[in-house]
């Protein structure tokens, strides 16, 4: 029985270790990120910006490509309009 409880301990303590490491591995990693972005505010800024436009330019062409849409320009407000009903509604009954 002493056998086994020693390698029981020895178990724990390889565990222990291990999980030690992992929280100051996510630490280290967190403040490398919050760093990076505390000396370069204005490059995370403009990523972000054109991260935003592209996917706005991209939702325009897409939109552009349905010839409904682009005989008809005032059922995009419609749908844009609806699907930002929906989404509120959905927001508030799962919050």
Known sequence: ?????????????????????????????????????????????????????ATLYGFEKVIDEVGFFASHPEMILVVGLVTLAFTGTLYRKLN
């Open 1 to 53: 029985m002493s056998k086994i409880s020693e390698q029981t301990q020895l178990v724990e303590a390889e565990i222990r270790k291990l999980e030690d490491m992992g929280g100051s591995l996510s630490g280290k990693a967190k403040k490398l990120r919050d760093s990076a972005f505390t000396r370069f505010p204005v490059v995370f800024m403009l990523l972000s910006t054109f991260g935003l436009v």
